[in-house]
């Protein structure tokens, strides 16, 4: 795990692309694939969802992530949509915050064939990879969506210029 000492948004940064995304305001969703003792997860909120039969989700992922690496073994993850109140587990999934004992530990989840499930997580997905390839830094998957709970989702986690938000 590592812990930033400074700020990944922060102006001026030397890389105006990264402050240009650091602008896009997004919904943060926490990804988990795996189970057992090879579990991972990962904060993400570069992602977008793709109406159709079946419906997709899209998601720029850290390639060097362990969360990135289950998803590619099982070919399924979980995608759940945060809220506020699950600001320090995005952190810890995130790798900003210690998480003693293990990320998994700042939150109960339930073990699904898809991988662990948030089990206070107001809206999620099953999803089965279809596609993953590089672009620029990151690897972009695409997922098919095989089954979606959508709850009321009152107090969403945003993420914008390195900071949860309320909107």
């Known amino acids: 795990m590592t812990i930033h000492s400074g700020h990944p948004f922060a102006d001026p940064s030397p890389d105006p692309v990264r402050r240009l995304r ?3 305001t997004g919904s943060v969703s926490l990804w988990t ?7 991972a997860g990962l904060t993400v909120s570069s992602i977008l969802v793709a109406g ?12 060097d992530a362990d969360l990135t690496a289950a998803l590619e073994r099982t070919g399924r993850a979980v ?3 945060l809220s506020w109140r699950h ?3 995005a952190e810890a999934f995130a790798g900003t915050a210690p998480a003693p ?4 530990r700042t939150g109960s989840f339930e073990e699904t064939a898809y991988g662990p499930l948030l089990t206070d997580s107001d809206t999620h997905a099953l999803v089965t990879l ?5 672009v620029g830094w990151s690897r972009l998957v695409t997922c098919a969506v095989d089954e979606v709970e959508v709850g009321d989702d009152d107090e969403p986690l945003v993420h914008r210029r390195g900071r949860f938000v309320r909107p």
Do not use: M, N
């Open 52 to 63: 159709g039969e079946p419906g997709r989700v899209l998601a720029l992922l850290d390639p």
């Open 87 to 89: 600001r320090d587990l």
């Open 79 to 81: 995608v759940q949509l």
């Open 22 to 24: 650091g602008r896009v």
């Open 130 to 134: 279809e596609d993953h390839h590089d």
């Open 33 to 39: 694939s795996g189970a057992g003792g090879a579990r």
């Open 101 to 104: 004992g293990g990320a998994f």
